[in-house]
C-alpha cells in the first residue's frame, strides 16, 4: 500500500517562503515519477510541479522562477521550494505518485 504523506505548510506573508515535504513508503519511490498538484477553494486541482525518475523537471507557468521541486531517492521523500509566494499561491497542497495521494498540506499566503 502506497502512502503519501505532506507536511510544511502554513501561514506565510507574500514574498515568503516555504518548503513542503512529501515522506513516501510503500513503493519503490525512485523508479516512479512524483508530482505535486494544488487546489484552491472553488477552483480545480492544478499541477503546480512533476519531476520524473531521473530528475527532469516540469512546472505550470504561474510558478516557473519561484517554485523549486526535488526528489531525495535514498530517504524516500519529496520537496516543493516555494520562494516569493503570493496570495494565489494559496490551496491545499498535494503529493501524486501514479493515482496515490496524500492528503495534503493548507499553504495560506496573507498579510
Known amino acids: 500500500q502506497v502512502k503519501l504523506v505532506e507536511s510544511g505548510g502554513g501561514l506565510v506573508q507574500p514574498g515568503g517562503s516555504l518548503r513542503l515535504s512529501c515522506a513516501a513508503s510503500?513503493?519503490?519511490?525512485?523508479?516512479?515519477?512524483m508530482g505535486w498538484y494544488r487546489q484552491a477553494p472553488g477552483n480545480q486541482r492544478e499541477l503546480v510541479a512533476r519531476i520524473s525518475r531521473v530528475g527532469i523537471t516540469n512546472y505550470a507557468d504561474s510558478v516557473k522562477g519561484r517554485f523549486t521541486i526535488s526528489r531525495d531517492n535514498a530517504n524516500n521523500t519529496l520537496y516543493l521550494q516555494m520562494n516569493s509566494l503570493k496570495p494565489e499561491d494559496t490551496a491545499v497542497y498535494y503529493c501524486?505518485?501514479?493515482?496515490?495521494w496524500g492528503q495534503g498540506t493548507q499553504v495560506t499566503v496573507s498579510s
Open positions: 510503500g513503493s519503490i519511490f525512485s523508479i516512479y515519477a
Open positions: 501524486i505518485q501514479r493515482d496515490y
